[in-house]
């Protein structure tokens, strides 16, 4: 167990530490990143030594969250924190041996695991971005145009662009503070909403062509196999967003998205309104996350793996 | 020309008028139609006697803006308001015998043919809504959980749920204070973004596979046509929201939308990044809008519809 840190107590632990390491979850998406690069700017400027570890490369098109933050010296970690990382398993293989010697987490995750020895959490925000907004101004360090534009890109793409419910009028007052600093708001969204390569278009069909429905049409299943990922040339990069897709059908109360990996294993996002609990489906598998947006990981081949998420399914909805 | 009128005017001249029409643009979308529920839901609450018009049927999906409203006896106009409407030419057939008639226009489309005899424009807003906002509070008329709705709406759906460029720190501190009346804004973002039929999705795949690339790759084009529509079964709401695909793609500059009608021409919505100015490219073929999305008609059949928008796109590209 952790022990329950207020935003001042989370900003004393930092003001009162040096050398700092910020751990970013795997498969890296802008509200870690965004979340761990705002941190590192203000603690630059505080003048720490500060740095940002991911155990992923980080996809290119992130680089304008940290392209104007100074060159900083190799320096050995003396306190580590944690940035919108759940659970210790999603650092990913290279971040393990942080394990156990984690100071601060700073999270939004409902189901956080606590690994930290201090953790900073408020399920109710959209984006672990906003809580390190918060604690930058507790640290006194100015919201300038750099830290503003990796908390609006944390905020962003972890509401979808302000359409999930998680956004709140507090979420829309922040965002709004942080477009005061001048932000590039419209390359952020076109690069992280609108942008798709065509191969990514070419997969995206393909994978719309192989959805099926379940349980009177109230589960859509897509799945995005290797073979799909080879033939359209998709990337990396080319994989995100692919997860809201199934629920957006008409109808649809759940929506799966599995990927298959090169283990022959499946990873598994889990989408769904109002209806149902994208966590709770998750759970049953060993995952977890948040009630309109979860994940696991399943067994292939695909047959087995549909079967398995198709069982967890009718654990919840219940038909 | 029309008299240029500030906010404080028209809400001057509303509050001195009754029996009041609000006049929408035809193929009704979420800004028109928010804001002229907005301003009759207010009228109302004032005790005047107020209704909407469109020329065309105004799709299910927007009931919810009207349907708390009480009922209203039928009256003669004595006052007639067009709001988001740029051109008499857009109020639509149905709608014609208001033109000449027309006493208070409000609008952000700087492309606006000052037709009314009062315009309230501004073309930095990012949805007419935002101005029906400020002339309702001017009315001293307290935006109430349904005006919030109505206003959000209009917000919500002009700005793509706050990606586009007009989305300024304003358009969030607005949208703030709508939230804050409990507005049901994941079921209108749902509604309005994310709920596609199966029909729809069958149209964009058939449309995505015969989408071509002209000018370097700078210019998408993505061609609807009837044979299509048919074929899809989709209806009239699930056309929505198909422009913006073709600019998606990475490296294009240009995405042209070209919708088959049965008259045979065909109806153009052209969206730009900011290496060009769509509402130019339309201006060329007499059309308008604005500098990221606009719009005109062009004969067909496809093959010369096509070849007119690329002279036109090659006109203000230059490639």
Redo the contacts between chains.
Sequence with gaps: MSKSASVSQAAGLLRDSDRILVLTHQYPDGDTLGSGFALCHALRKMGKLCRVECADNIPEKYTYLYETMPPCPPFDAAFICAVDVADTRLLGNALQPYVGHIDLCIDHHGSNTQYADWLLLCPDYAATAMLICEVIRELGVPIDKSIATCIYTGIATDT??????N????T??M???M??QGIP??MI??TM??????AR?EL??MA??NMRFYLSERCAIMAITLQMIDQSGAGEDDMEGLA?IP????GVWVGVTLREKRDGSFKVSVRT??HADASAICRVLGGGGHIRAAGCTVDGPLDKATQTMLDAVRTIIGR
């Excluded at 979808?160 to 419910?165: E, I, L, R, T």
């Excluded at 629920?247 to 008409?250: A, T």
């Design positions: 979808g662009c302000f359409k999930y419910s956004t709140t009028a507090y829309h007052r965002t709004a503070d477009l005061d708001s419209e969204n076109r909403f609108d942008i798709k390569s065509r278009v995206e069909r719309l062509d809201p629920r957006q059908i008409e309104g109002n």
